[in-house]
C-alpha cells in the first residue's frame, strides 16, 4: 500500500533573491513497511526531501500525498493533526528537554496530545520496555551518552505510535558502535512495529540495514533500487 507519493516535485530556495534548486523533478512513492535509505553527500537535497515528506515544508512546485491526501489542499491545522498523527520525526540534533529525565522526556508529546496520566505512564514503560531503556529512565540528557540520548529521542518519536519515521541523519554525532546499535533500533521497529522508515545518512553502516537504497546527487535521485 502506497503511502507516500511524490508527483514531480522541485524545491527551489531564495538565497538573497537568487533561486538555488535544492530538488530536481523527484518522483517517488514509498509505501507502508519499507526501510529506505537515502544518501548523499552533504549539500546533495537529504533534507530538502525528508522535510517535504515530512510536510514540514512545501514543494516549490509539484504534488505530495501522504495515505492518498494532497497535502497543497489541506490548511495549518488539518497539516499539523496529520503530521502528529501519522509521522515521527529524529534528527541529528536530540533536542531532549534538559530539565526532564528520560521518562519524561519520552512522556511529553503524550502530554501535548492530551492522553490522561495514567494512560502515559503505560505507554512510555512500553517503549521503556521495547527499546531496553529501564536503566537510564530516571537520568537527565546531560548524564547520559550521546548515543543513549539518541535513544531516548527515537522513544519519544514513537511513543505516539507514528506510521512513518523521518530520520534525518540521525547517527552523524555517533561512534560506529552506536550507529549500528540505532540503525538495529530501526530495523527491530520496522519489523515489529511495521513502521515505515525513512532515514537519510552517508554513513555506509546504514546500507545493510536498507531495504530500498535511494541516492541524491545535487537534488537528483541517480540511484532508486531495492535490495
Ligand atoms: N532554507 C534554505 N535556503 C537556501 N538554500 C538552502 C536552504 N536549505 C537548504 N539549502 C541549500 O539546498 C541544498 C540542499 O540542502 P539540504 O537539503 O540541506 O542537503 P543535505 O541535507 O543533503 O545536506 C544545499 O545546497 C543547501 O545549501
Ligand atoms: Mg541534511
Do not use: W
Not at 537529504?46 to 491526501?69: R, W
Amino acid at each position: 500500500m502506497e503511502i507516500i507519493k511524490l508527483e514531480n516535485v522541485n524545491r527551489i530556495y531564495s538565497n538573497n533573491g537568487a533561486p538555488y534548486t535544492a530538488l530536481t523533478d523527484i518522483n517517488l512513492s514509498i509505501s507502508k513497511q519499507e526501510f529506505v535509505v537515502v544518501s548523499g553527500k552533504s549539500g546533495s537535497g537529504k533534507t530538502s526531501l525528508l522535510n517535504i515528506i515530512g510536510t514540514l515544508d512545501k514543494p516549490t512546485s509539484g504534488l505530495v500525498s501522504i495515505f492518498g491526501d494532497r497535502i497543497s489542499i489541506k490548511n495549518k491545522l488539518a497539516l499539523s493533526y496529520l503530521r502528529h498523527q501519522k509521522f515521527g520525526f529524529v534528527f541529528q540534533v536530540f533536542n531532549l528537554i534538559p530539565a526532564l529525565n528520560s521518562f519524561e522526556n519520552i512522556e511529553y508529546p503524550l502530554i501535548l496530545a492530551g492522553v490522561n496520566s495514567e494512560n502515559r505512564e503505560e505507554r512510555v514503560q512500553s517503549v521503556i520496555d521495547e527499546l531496553e531503556l529501564n536503566d537510564i529512565t530516571s537520568k537527565k540528557p546531560y548524564q547520559l551518552s550521546s548515543g543513549q540520548q539518541q535513544k531516548i529521542a527515537i522513544a519519544r518519536a514513537i511513543v505516539n505510535q507514528p506510521e512513518i519515521i523521518l530520520a534525518d541523519e540521525p547517527t552523524a554525532n555517533l561512534e560506529p558502535d552506536s550507529r549500528n546499535e540505532i540503525y538495529r533500533i530501526f530495523q527491530k521497529l520496522n519489523e515489529e512495529r511495521k513502521i515505515c522508515i525513512i532515514l537519510s545518512t552517508h554513513d555506509e553502516l546504514a546500507f545493510p540495514f536498507a531495504k530500498r537504497m535511494i541516492n541524491l546527487e545535487n537534488g537528483l535521485i541517480t540511484i532508486d533500487k531495492v535490495n
